[in-house]
């Protein structure tokens, strides 16, 4: 409830009439940890559960370390959540992504959400699935886990070099964070979705060059552009782009900030604090 996506979405599930409680390391509390789940469950008669909890990163999840921490946190944190859902009886939504790549979270983000429809099937848990793609807005980290948005951004509004991997040409799917948890919301309130994957994005394919070129251009930036080797755990030639019909169809989700109003909101937030 306290990262860059929980705080926007505590926020909207508020303005749509929600009561909304925090569950979160920084309180002291763990998704890795059932009877912490089941305490706050039964204390706060929760009514729903939101699991947004996850341990991010691509590269930088390889060490074994690294690895463990998220396979705890993300599938067995999972687990957990579908659990307490099943022993309460209460909805559930668990929060998923596009998995194209073979890397720690992009495994164990498929892992959860398989177990999510698992519990669906053979244990009758109400369990909402939406895959995030590339959200993008004011308040995103700047650091590490390397999220495209906020470092070219803050390079740019720096004059400093930005840093391509790859040749740049493989595509991202931007949804500005304050459509994407709101469509989040659309889905979990439609009957007919629940336990199926529905993808939160904008279905425009987007690459890495047009969007560095689009925060350079609106930051009147001098930055160079250095092309480096791709990460471990992308793929050169990658194509992302979500599938909307469901979003759209189903949710009757409209999209009402354009692209470009997003990132210039986004822009303007780092240009106050960077």
Not at 173 to 200: N, S
Request: one cysteine or more; aromatic letters at 10%; glycine letters at 8%.
């Amino acid at each position: 409830g306290f990262g860059f996506i929980g705080l926007h979405m505590a926020d909207t599930l508020r303005l749509c009439g929600y009561e909304v409680v925090k569950f979160d390391r920084k309180t002291g509390q763990d998704v890795t940890n059932i009877e912490d789940l089941l305490s706050a469950a039964d204390n706060w008669q929760v009514g729903a559960i939101f699991n947004l909890a996850g341990v991010l990163g691509t590269s930088e999840l390889n060490s074994q370390e690294m690895i463990r921490e998220a396979v705890l946190a993300n599938v067995m944190g999972a687990v957990n959540c579908l659990s307490v859902a099943r022993e309460f009886g209460i909805p559930m939504l668990q929060v998923s992504k596009p998995n194209p790549w073979l890397n720690t979270y992009s495994i164990t983000k498929r892992a959860a959400e398989d177990f999510a429809k698992l519990y669906v099937k053979e244990h009758e848990v109400e369990v909402w699935i939406v895959r995030w793609f590339n959200v993008f807005g004011p308040g995103q980290h700047y650091g590490l886990p390397r999220k495209l948005a906020p470092t070219t951004i803050v390079q740019a509004l720096r004059n400093e070099p930005i840093t391509i991997y790859g040749d740049g040409e493989q595509t991202v799917d931007h949804i500005y964070v304050k459509e994407a948890v709101t469509a989040t919301v659309g889905v979990f309130e439609t009957d007919e979705l629940m336990g199926v994957p529905v993808d939160i994005g904008s279905g425009t394919e987007m690459t890495v060059n047009e969007f560095v070129n689009q925060v350079r251009n609106l930051t009147n930036s001098r930055s160079t552009i250095n092309y480096a080797p791709m990460r471990n755990g992308e793929e050169q030639g990658a194509r992302i782009c979500a599938d909307t019909r469901l979003l759209c169809g189903k949710a009757c989700f409209v999209f009402t900030i354009p692209f470009e109003v997003a990132l210039r909101q986004t822009i303007d937030w780092y240009a106050e604090r960077f």
